[in-house]
C-alpha cells in the first residue's frame, strides 16, 4: 500500500505521463466525481486518494488558512484532514454527504479546534494584509474595524461561513456552492443574504471607528 | 426578495444584505431604487458603507503556495503510516503464530500426561486385575499403594 516514494508520484496531474501505463488509469480517475473516487480509496486505491486529494487540497487549504490566518498551522490542519482520509477511508458512507460538503465541515471544524488550542496557548495570529491608510491614526482604526468584522466572520455559522468562503473567495456563484455543499439554491442565497447581515450588524458598535477609519469610502 | 421600490432604508439594508455591495450587480429596478435612496438617505449611505467594508473583508485574498509540497508532506505521512501499519500487522502476526505455537506445545505436554497417565493407570488396573485373583481389594487406595511403592 505504501509508496516507497511520494514525490514521484504527484505525476498523477496529468503530463508527461504517455509512457507509464500507471498514468492511463490515473488520468481516467481524474475525470471520477469526489463520491466515486472515496469509493475506490475504501478499497485501497492509492491513485484515487492522490487525484481527490489533488483536487481538493489547495481550496481546503484556503479554507483553513482564512479561518486560521496561519500559513504553517492551515498546513497542519490539513494535512491532518487528509490523513484521516485515508486513515478513516472505510468509515466512509458515501449515502450520507456529497464529499466536498463533508470536507468543508471537517476542515472548518479542525480549523477551529486549532484555533480555540491556540487561543488557550496565548499565541496571536500573524494576520495583517498591507494596509494602504493615509497615517498611522487612519491605520489604527481601519486595522480595529477590520480584525472586527474578521472576527465576527470566523464566529458565523458554519453553513454561513462556508457559503460566504465559496463565493466570495473562491469564486463560486450560487448555484456551485449549492452543489459544493448538497444544499438547495434557496438555501444558498439565504445562508448568503444572513451571513452579510451578521457581519453588517457585527460593526454596529464600532460605528465610529467606521467613520474615522473610511472617511473617504 | 420583492422589487417593489423600497419604502424604508430598512428595504434598502434587505437589498444589501440579498445581492450584496456592488450595486452593479442588483436586478436592474432594484439597482435603481437604491441608487435613488443613496441619493436623498444619510442613513442609506451609511448602511452601505458598512456593506463596502464587510465585501472588502470577505474579499480578501489569501494566496497558498501550489509547488506541491503540502501534496508531498501529506503523501510521505500517508507512505510512514502505511508502513507502520504493514509494520505493527506483520507484527501481530507474528505473535499470533507465537501464541498458537505456546499453545499448541503446552497442550503436547497435558496431552502426553493425559496419555502416559492412562497408561499408567492401565498398566495398574491390569496388575490389580492379577491380584483380585488372589483376592486383593482393586480399590484405588490399592492402586495408590502400589504406585507409591515405586518411589519408597
Known amino acids: ?217 | 426578495m420583492s422589487s417593489k421600490p423600497f419604502q424604508t432604508t430598512r428595504d434598502f439594508a434587505d437589498a444589501l444584505d440579498a445581492f450584496g455591495a456592488d450595486l452593479a450587480r442588483w436586478p436592474e429596478d432594484l439597482r435603481q431604487e437604491g441608487s435613488s435612496m443613496l441619493d436623498r438617505s444619510t442613513e442609506a449611505r451609511k448602511l452601505l458603507r458598512e456593506a463596502l467594508l464587510v465585501h472588502r473583508v470577505l474579499s480578501e485574498r489569501l494566496t497558498v503556495s501550489t509547488d506541491n509540497h503540502l501534496v508531498k508532506a501529506i503523501l510521505e505521512r500517508k507512505a510512514s503510516l502505511d508502513q507502520e501499519s504493514k509494520r505493527l500487522n506483520a507484527k501481530e502476526a507474528a505473535k499470533g503464530v507465537a501464541v498458537v505455537r505456546s499453545a499448541m506445545l503446552k497442550r503436547g505436554i497435558a496431552a502426553a500426561i493425559l496419555v502416559g497417565g492412562g497408561m499408567l493407570a492401565g498398566s495398574l488396573l491390569s496388575q490389580a486385575g492379577g491380584g483380585e485373583a488372589a483376592g486383593q481389594s482393586t480399590t484405588l487406595n490399592d492402586i495408590t499403594s502400589y504406585a507409591e511403592s515405586f518411589y519408597l
Open chain 1, 1 to 217: 500500500m505504501a509508496s516507497p516514494d511520494p514525490s514521484a508520484e504527484l505525476t498523477v496531474q496529468g503530463q508527461a505521463v504517455a509512457d507509464d501505463p500507471g498514468a492511463v488509469a490515473s488520468v481516467s480517475l481524474e475525470q471520477l466525481a469526489d463520491e466515486e473516487l472515496m469509493r475506490r480509496i475504501r478499497a485501497d486505491d492509492e491513485a484515487a486518494y492522490r487525484v481527490l486529494l489533488l483536487r481538493h487540497v489547495y481550496r481546503a487549504q484556503r479554507l483553513a488558512l482564512r479561518l486560521l490566518g496561519d500559513r504553517a498551522a492551515a498546513e497542519d490542519a490539513i494535512q491532518d484532514v487528509f490523513l484521516q482520509i485515508w486513515i478513516r477511508r472505510a468509515d466512509w458512507q458515501s449515502q450520507d454527504a456529497k464529499f466536498t460538503s463533508w470536507l468543508y465541515r471537517v476542515v472548518y471544524n479542525r480549523s477551529l479546534d486549532i484555533k480555540r488550542k491556540r487561543r488557550e496557548a496565548q499565541i496571536d495570529e500573524a494576520y495583517d494584509p498591507p494596509d494602504e491608510a493615509p497615517d498611522a491614526v487612519t491605520r489604527i482604526y481601519r486595522s480595529q474595524v477590520l480584525q472586527r468584522l474578521r472576527g465576527a466572520l470566523s464566529q458565523l455559522p458554519e453553513q454561513q461561513y462556508l457559503t460566504l468562503f465559496l463565493h466570495y473567495h473562491e469564486g463560486y456563484s450560487a448555484r456551485e456552492s449549492a452543489e459544493a455543499l448538497g444544499i438547495t439554491l434557496q438555501a444558498v442565497e439565504s445562508l448568503l443574504k444572513r451571513g452579510r447581515r451578521n457581519l453588517r450588524e457585527s460593526l454596529k458598535k464600532e460605528q465610529l471607528n467606521v467613520q474615522q477609519a473610511f472617511p473617504d469610502d
